[in-house]
């Protein structure tokens, strides 16, 4: 039942986002599809004891990747997938938690807890660099030099 209440609730929280960032109504649920395969890849992973910063890289790219294909098929700017579909692997608690602990004057809890939601925010932009490079190496593979 846990698998389902977090492909149910990445999918919302995508999905979601894309409606907040105006994305066209045929592909909002293309956004939810991607924000849940990057959640999942991410909750299975962490389930398995791999730690949350690899786990953010695998699920990151996971979610550029297909917003590369979805971009492809649907001939639409990937920044639509790719924005929508971050959403549910962004540490928002994490920085929550962190302010909290500087107004409670917890410092070192609170260092701690930056640090972490700083890694896992350069985790994913790690994991979107790392498709765009993997998609440019493919794609200059498939089209010749010079054309």
């Given at each position: 039942?846990?698998?389902?209440?977090?492909?149910?609730?990445?999918?919302?929280?995508?999905?979601?986002?894309?409606?907040?960032?105006?994305?066209?109504?045929?592909?909002?649920?293309?956004?939810?599809?991607?924000?849940?395969?990057?959640?999942?890849?991410?909750?299975?992973?962490?389930?398995?004891?791999?730690?949350?910063?690899?786990?953010?890289?695998?699920?990151?790219?996971?979610?550029?990747?297909?917003?590369?294909?979805?971009?492809?098929?649907y001939k639409t700017p990937?920044?639509?997938?790719?924005?929508?579909?971050?959403?549910?692997?962004?540490?928002?608690?994490?920085?929550?938690?962190?302010?909290?602990?500087?107004?409670?004057?917890?410092?070192?809890?609170?260092?701690?807890?930056?640090?972490?939601?700083?890694?896992?925010?350069?985790?994913?932009?790690?994991?979107?660099?790392?498709?765009?490079?993997?998609?440019?190496?493919?794609?200059?593979?498939?089209?010749?030099?010079?054309?």
């Amino acid at each position: 039942m846990t698998i389902l209440y977090n492909m149910l609730f990445s999918f919302v929280a995508a999905a979601s986002f894309g409606i907040m960032f105006n994305v066209p109504k045929n592909l909002l649920v293309k956004c939810g599809t991607v924000g849940m395969a990057g959640w999942m890849v991410y909750f299975f992973l962490s389930e398995n004891a791999v730690d949350s910063l690899p786990s953010t890289v695998a699920a990151a790219f996971t979610v550029a990747v297909i917003g590369h294909l979805y971009a492809r098929m649907y001939k639409t700017p990937v920044i639509i997938f790719t924005v929508a579909g971050i959403i549910p692997l962004v540490p928002g608690g994490t920085a929550y938690r962190a302010m909290r602990a500087f107004v409670q004057n917890d410092y070192g809890s609170a260092v701690s807890l930056a640090a972490k939601a700083f890694m896992i925010s350069g985790s994913i932009a790690l994991g979107l660099v790392l498709s765009d490079v993997f998609y440019q190496v493919i794609l200059r593979k498939k089209v010749p030099a010079g054309k």
